[in-house]
């Protein structure tokens, strides 16, 4: 019998390659049933990375917010909350408060700043799988009133937790402006302690004298965001931004597989809170 025809060989070659290709998708399908998950399919704004999570052991936390106070940190703490995960917002170390006083613990600024100061891990000692609120203020430093850490010492945030997924919330920045205005002057606590950063350049927090120079307020937020996503990007790192509006459930949801967006709603904001438009 002669050999068989070259078109023969070449039908022969595509059928093997076709049973090989359905083999490859049956074996991913019956993985996919069996607690393999894909990557998040969705396209963060430049700079950051999809978040790739695994949940199942957890040795540090799940999420980080690292967005400015009155940015929409307490609805991320609710939501993660309602899906029953342990997070932390604004107190620490035994505390289930808030917001001040922090019954029977201590604020996460105070706890943060005495690590950072004792040369410890920024997180050492500190609990909890999802930190809502990292900064807050400094009663008895009139020059320095606001610990900003996830803003001056985004390294340190890292290093602390390198496979945490930081979570940006975001508004627009004018309506941040008037919120934190409206929120126990807050605002002038923010700008006094950046103008401290800036004339203290032998702290090593790098405050940019642009930011100080016309709407304080405003260019502070825009200047955080980019901070945020230059981190990210420098230390490849998982990265989600939430717009803290009707679509921040679906994100989250999208993000942090297993938890539900229902558990999304808006807390702690006031009237102001809403976009005003202009004349």
């Not at 070449?10 to 069996?34: G, H, P, Q």
């Not at 700043?113 to 909890?128: A, D, R």
């Not at 934190?180 to 950046?194: A, F, H, I």
């Not at 459930?249 to 597989?257: R, T, V």
Request: charged share 15%; with cysteine.
């Amino acid at each position: 019998m002669g050999k068989p025809s070259k078109s023969l060989r070449t039908i022969s070659t595509l059928y093997i390659t076709l049973i090989i290709a359905i083999w490859i998708l049956a074996f991913v399908f019956i993985a996919s049933r069996n607690g393999f998950k894909a990557e998040i399919v969705n396209h963060p704004p430049a700079g950051l990375r999809e978040p790739n999570l695994n949940q199942s052991n957890i040795k540090e936390p799940t999420a980080i917010v690292v967005g400015l106070p009155k940015s929409g940190t307490t609805s991320v703490y609710h939501y993660f909350k309602c899906n029953g995960f342990e997070t932390t917002h604004y107190c620490c170390c035994s505390s289930t408060e808030t917001q001040y006083p922090c019954a029977n613990g201590t604020f996460m600024s105070h706890k943060l700043l005495q690590n950072l100061h004792e040369g410890k891990s920024l997180l050492q000692g500190i609990t909890g799988a999802v930190h809502a609120q990292l900064d807050g203020e400094l009663f008895d430093n009139n020059e320095q009133p606001y610990f900003l850490p996830q803003h001056f010492h985004l390294d340190k945030l890292h290093a602390a937790a390198p496979n945490a997924v930081w979570v940006l919330p975001l508004r627009s920045a004018e309506s941040w402006k008037r919120s934190v205005q409206e929120w126990l002057d807050m605002g002038d606590r923010l700008q006094k302690t950046y103008q401290y950063a800036h004339s203290n350049p032998g702290l090593g927090l790098e405050a940019s004298a642009s930011v100080l120079e016309g709407d304080f307020l405003v260019n502070f937020y825009d200047w955080h965001t980019k901070t945020v996503r230059e981190a990210c990007t420098k230390h490849q790192r998982s990265c989600v931004e939430v717009t803290v509006d009707e679509s921040a459930g679906s994100k989250l949801e999208q993000a942090f597989p297993g938890t539900k967006a229902s558990c999304w709603s808006r807390h702690n904001a006031g009237p102001f809170i809403q976009i005003v438009p202009s004349p």
